[in-house]
Antibody, heavy 116, light 110 residues
Framework: QVQLVQSGAEVKKPGASVRVSCKAS????????IHWVRQAPGQGLEWMGI????????TYAQKFQGRVTMTRDTSTSTVYMELSSLRSEDTAVYYC?????????WGQGTLVTVSS | QSALTQPASVSGSPGQSITISCTGT?????????VSWYQQHPGKAPKLMIY???NRPSGVSNRFSGSKSGNTASLTISGLQAEDEADYYC??????????FGGGTKLTVL
């Protein structure tokens, strides 16, 4: 069965970077794009970007350009999302999700807390 | 890219039907048939309910249906049940090859 398993919760200081992983299983890793979506406490879903695990190409939301980097490791079927220059407003649950126009499969979410 | 516009809340009684709207522009909702809807219960990951405007993934109740007219997409839930109480989000592909979500709608089953 398709599974996306994300890394555990993180606590970071303002100005630091965080890297969240998303390990895929149950399907051919390079056949499906992966999105990253975040949700601040009590807020809605916010799309961050998408990566093609096959060639590694990415498209980022304008809001995160220059601050987010999405990469993949085909040997371990893992996608990574790194967000730099963290500020308190980046405190959120970060999700990976499989698909292109829509996402049928989602990771369990990773809580990233930014606090001094 | 601005978020798609959804009502903050809707409510209905068990057995009734409700509709949630999602308004965008010709650069997203109006320009493509790639509108999807997600249901999210508290503390859970979103669940895909509708894709490509009006298609249901296997396993999703046929009480859920989607449509689109111009720049506005809609999700209709018929025969409301207590378990339908959740947050609902629309999403669309955009002309920049990005995606955009709506602000979310809280559905209360009275």
């Amino acid at each position: 069965q398709v599974q996306l398993v994300q890394s555990g919760a993180e606590v970071k200081k303002p100005g630091a970077s965080v890297r969240v992983s998303c390990k895929a299983s149950g399907y051919t890793f390079t056949s499906y794009y992966i999105h990253w979506v975040r949700q601040a406490p009590g807020q809605g879903l916010e799309w961050m970007g998408i990566i093609n695990p096959s060639g590694g190409s990415t498209t980022y939301a304008q809001k995160f350009q220059g601050r987010v980097t999405m990469t993949r490791d085909t040997s371990t079927s893992t996608v990574y999302m790194e967000l730099s220059s963290l500020r308190s407003e980046d405190t959120a649950v970060y999700y990976c999700a499989r698909g292109y126009y829509d996402s049928r499969f989602w990771g369990q979410g990773t809580l990233v807390t930014v606090s001094s | 890219q601005s978020a798609l516009t959804q009502p903050a809340s809707v409510s209905g009684s068990p057995g009734q039907s409700i509709t949630i709207s999602c308004t965008g522009t010709s650069s997203d909702v109006g320009g493509y048939t790639y509108v999807s809807w997600y249901q999210q219960h508290p503390g859970k990951a979103p669940k895909l309910m509708i894709y490509d405007v009006s298609n249901r993934p296997s396993g999703v109740s046929n009480r859920f249906s989607g449509s689109k007219s111009g720049n506005t997409a809609s999700l209709t839930i018929s025969g409301l049940q207590a378990e339908d109480e959740a947050d609902y989000y629309c999403s669309s592909y955009t002309s920049s090859s990005t995606r955009v979500f709506g602000g979310g709608t809280k559905l209360t089953v009275l």
